[in-house]
């Protein structure tokens, strides 16, 4: 993940997963010049998502995204995210940027710019703290998910042993490690690209 060789300033910044209590949420720092399609790969890392679905970002009326997909709406006038940094969608202190992940589900994530903070020497995507676990993919949404939460915490419920058995034997909701979060955002520092971490054919992307 290569940034521009001019020292930027970093962004503190707030990820929740919108609709869902207790609330899921990581606080990042993240360097201002860093591509819209590089941060993309830094939500994925933090929240827990394996990039198995399209994405975007939206500012106002703004779409920042992937081009050349059939799954985009044209009418949104879609924004090559590689051509845009988070500095020039998110200006100052309190600005909020939405991620859209999952267009099936639609799982936005609010991102709120907590703090600008001066130039490190070394400015590289890390994660300070957060809290519980992302939900698994295609579980249906907010919806989908508190449905499959009362399933695994039920032993009697009727699709108790269907739910755990599609979430590979266990499931724990409150499960967050920031070490190894951070683990991942360093290998995909050295990866260069989400692509390369996670290497997948574009055409699985729905």
């Given at each position: 993940?290569?940034?521009?060789?001019?020292?930027a300033s970093?962004y503190?910044?707030?990820?929740t997963?919108?609709?869902?209590?207790?609330?899921?949420?990581?606080?990042?720092?993240?360097?201002?010049?860093?591509?819209?399609?590089?941060?993309?790969?830094?939500?994925?890392?933090?929240m827990?998502?394996?990039n198995?679905?399209?994405?975007?970002?939206?500012?106002?009326k703004?779409?920042?995204?992937m081009?050349?997909?059939?799954?985009?709406?044209?009418?949104?006038e879609?924004?090559?995210?590689?051509l845009?940094?988070?500095?020039?969608?998110?200006?100052h202190?309190?600005?909020?940027?939405?991620?859209q992940?999952?267009?099936?589900?639609?799982?936005?994530?609010?991102i709120?710019?907590e703090?600008?903070?001066?130039?490190?020497?070394?400015?590289?995507?890390?994660c300070l703290?957060?809290?519980?676990?992302?939900?698994?993919?295609?579980?249906?949404?907010?919806?989908?998910?508190?449905?499959?939460?009362?399933?695994?915490k039920n032993?009697?419920?009727?699709?108790?042993?269907?739910m755990?058995?599609?979430?590979?034997?266990?499931?724990?909701?409150?499960?967050?490690?920031v070490?190894?979060?951070?683990r991942?955002?360093?290998e995909?520092?050295k990866?260069?690209?989400?692509?390369?971490?996670?290497?997948?054919?574009?055409e699985?992307?729905?």
């Amino acid at each position: 993940m290569k940034h521009n060789q001019a020292k930027a300033s970093v962004y503190q910044l707030k990820v929740t997963l919108d609709g869902i209590e207790p609330p899921i949420w990581r606080r990042l720092l993240v360097p201002s010049n860093i591509t819209l399609d590089q941060f993309h790969g830094v939500i994925q890392v933090a929240m827990g998502w394996t990039n198995s679905h399209l994405h975007q970002f939206i500012v106002g009326k703004k779409y920042y995204g992937m081009l050349n997909n059939d799954e985009m709406d044209d009418e949104l006038e879609t924004i090559d995210e590689r051509l845009y940094t988070l500095a020039q969608i998110a200006t100052h202190k309190g600005a909020l940027v939405v991620y859209q992940y999952d267009f099936g589900d639609n799982w936005e994530h609010l991102i709120i710019v907590e703090e600008i903070l001066p130039a490190e020497k070394k400015s590289q995507p890390r994660c300070l703290d957060g809290a519980r676990a992302c939900p698994p993919e295609d579980v249906g949404s907010t919806c989908g998910y508190e449905d499959f939460l009362k399933a695994i915490k039920n032993p009697k419920h009727k699709e108790h042993k269907a739910m755990l058995d599609w979430a590979g034997g266990k499931f724990d909701p409150e499960a967050l490690s920031v070490e190894a979060v951070n683990r991942t955002l360093k290998e995909l520092q050295k990866a260069g690209s989400l692509e390369e971490l996670w290497p997948c054919e574009e055409e699985e992307l729905i």
